[in-house]
């Protein structure tokens, strides 16, 4: 492969990356993770020592994997320090915690995720630093309901028309609640969190 070393790349800067691991046929069985494990090594290794540390600073990272730990383990790659904002393409697995817990993740100011398919009410309630935010649902087919959406974190949806439901979810082991407010329909819906005592 050469003397990767002996080669430094410089004069410009990074500000978006993207990161994604490569397709490979399912048939490949276990083998599959070794080769991601082995491919991830040597970039730790070698191109962290190639290329600049613009590279690694950079301010967006658009991840596209196939599992959170493979997600997790690409967002490791970017200094925690500079990065502001980090969009994840839907994976196939629903469980977001080994992906909340990287450094990059609490410190970005501002997180997209593509699928919210298996994230939870509980999920959002642990993220100690939380005040508020806003999720766009977005529904192509234009057939997204309020009751569904409500009807999925827990509210209590009353019969007939709705325009807007507020629920209160309580942070077990906590006095506090998040407090979610839904409005919307069609092809999106908007909902409002906020954290309150």
């Not at 970005?108 to 298996?118: D, P, R, T, W």
């Not at 999106?188 to 906020?194: H, Q």
Request: net charge positive.
């Amino acid at each position: 492969m050469g003397n990767w070393r002996s080669c430094r790349i410089s004069g410009f800067k990074v500000n978006n990356l993207l990161l994604r691991t490569d397709v490979v046929r399912s048939d490949y069985g276990s083998k599959r993770g070794n080769i991601f494990e082995a491919a991830l090594d040597r970039i730790r290794t070698e191109l962290s020592d190639v290329l600049p540390v613009s590279f690694i600073n950079a301010k967006n990272v658009d991840i596209s994997a196939r599992t959170i730990s493979e997600a997790t383990q690409l967002l490791s790659i970017v200094n925690p320090g500079n990065l502001e904002s980090i969009r994840l393409w839907p994976v196939k697995e629903d469980n977001f915690s080994e992906f909340f817990q990287a450094e990059q993740f609490k410190k970005a100011k501002n997180v997209e995720i593509m699928s919210l398919q298996g994230f939870g009410v509980q999920t959002i309630s642990t993220f100690e630093n939380l005040e508020k935010c806003e999720l766009r649902i977005v529904d192509s087919r234009n057939q997204l309901q309020i009751r569904t959406v409500a009807e999925a974190i827990g509210a209590e949806v009353p019969e007939g028309p709705l325009k807007v439901i507020t629920h209160r979810y309580q942070i077990p082991e906590s006095k506090k609640c998040l407090e979610f407010r839904i409005e919307g329909g069609g092809p999106s819906i908007l909902m409002k969190i906020v954290r309150i005592c």
